[in-house]
Every structure is written in structure tokens, then in C-alpha cells.
Nanobody, 120 residues
Framework: QVQLVESGGGLGQAGGSLRLSCAAS????????MAWFRQAPGKEREFLAG????????EYADSVKGRFIISRDNAKNTVYLQMNVLKPEDTAVYYC?????????????WGQGTQVTVSS
């Protein structure tokens, strides 16, 4: 029943921007902290950004701090990842995740992922 559906992925250029969206359904969105992860080929899943229930607290990985911005619109049941100053190293499958706890050790729900490819 719970679904997290990412969109907005695709091809980006180095130095450019993309905005990912994750639409949630089947849950009370405002009761869930949200996060974005990515996984590049041959690498482990990497935490990127987390956001608390009302968006008043955010947390970023050092690798994206200052470039990526996580936000949420509880009225639209959607969390966003604004990706700026893209680098080829950002190429990965990007996932959104949801949990009742902010920054849990393991997230309860995951999206299917969306591919982001950044050309050099």
C-alpha cells in the first residue's frame, strides 16, 4: 500500500541542475521523516539528505552539502531534492525513503529509484 515514486531523473550536464521529486501515498506523510539516498555502480548505498516531519530540520552528507537541498511539501505529500552544480560523480540511482523516525538506522519504506546521469 505504501508507495514512494521518484521522478525527475534523467540526463544532466556537469555544472547544471536537476530537481528530483518523490510522491508518497498509502501513509500519513506528515508523520514520516524523509530522506534521499543514491547508489552508484559498484558502490554502497549512500545517504544524501534527510528532512524532519515538518521540514524544520535537515541533514546533509558532506559530499552534497552546499550543492543539494532537500525540501518537502506536506500538502502535496512530496519530498524534493534540488541538485545544483552537478558533477559526473553524481551519476547514480537515486532513492527516496520514509520512516517515522528522523535519521533511523534503517528506513521502513523505499522508492523504486530514478536514474541520474551527469555528463562531463
Amino acid at each position: 500500500q505504501v508507495q514512494l515514486v521518484e521522478s525527475g531523473g534523467g540526463l544532466g550536464q556537469a555544472g547544471g541542475s536537476l530537481r528530483l521529486s518523490c510522491a508518497a501515498s498509502g501513509l500519513t506523510f506528515s508523520s514520516y521523516a524523509m530522506a534521499w539516498f543514491r547508489q552508484a555502480p559498484g558502490k554502497e548505498r549512500e545517504f544524501l539528505a534527510g528532512i524532519s516531519w515538518r521540514g524544520r530540520r535537515t541533514e546533509y552528507a558532506d559530499s552534497v552539502k552546499g550543492r543539494f537541498i532537500i525540501s518537502r511539501d506536506n500538502a502535496k505529500n512530496t519530498v524534493y531534492l534540488q541538485m545544483n552544480v552537478l558533477k559526473p560523480e553524481d551519476t547514480a540511482v537515486y532513492y527516496c525513503a520514509a520512516d517515522r523516525v528522523f535519521r533511523p538506522t534503517e528506513y521502513a519504506y523505499w522508492g523504486q529509484g530514478t536514474q541520474v546521469t551527469v555528463s562531463s
